[in-house]
């Protein structure tokens, strides 16, 4: 079991910014792959953002979705066993819950989901 602690989800503009951080218990944090995935209203889970597994200091595979490649900014903290997702110039097809998940694996543990809302 992996517990998580999500924050920075909230009310944005368009063309505004903010940061998710998202602390997840899980053990040799350094070794499973993370990232986050978007709910927008009546739609499908989708990745928006990963960073891989890799040695303790870092250095992991990062992926981006399409929609959101040169806005957005994921980074990892091993050492505090924390991904952040940085959105820039958001737009309101940003909106929607966002999910941060670790992955090992068949392991796949999930956040409990922050709300991000894009409005003018």
């Known amino acids: 079991q992996v517990d998580f602690v999500e924050s920075g989800g909230g009310l944005a503009q368009p063309g505004g910014s903010l940061t998710l951080s998202c602390a997840a218990s899980?053990?040799?944090?350094?070794?499973?792959?993370t990232g986050w995935y978007r709910q927008a209203p009546g739609q499908q889970r989708d990745l928006v953002a990963s960073?891989?597994?890799?040695?303790?200091?870092?250095?992991?595979?990062?992926y981006y979705a399409d929609s959101v490649k040169g806005r957005f900014t994921i980074s990892r903290d091993n050492a505090k066993n924390t991904v952040m997702l940085q959105m820039n110039d958001l737009n309101v097809d940003d909106t929607g819950v966002y999910f941060c998940?670790?992955?090992?694996?068949?392991?796949?543990?999930w956040g409990q989901g922050t709300q991000v809302f894009v409005s003018a």
């Open positions: 998940y670790v992955s090992r694996r068949e392991q796949v543990f």
């Open positions: 899980a053990n040799n944090y350094h070794t499973w792959n």
């Open positions: 960073v891989s597994g890799g040695g303790i200091n870092g250095g992991g595979v990062v």
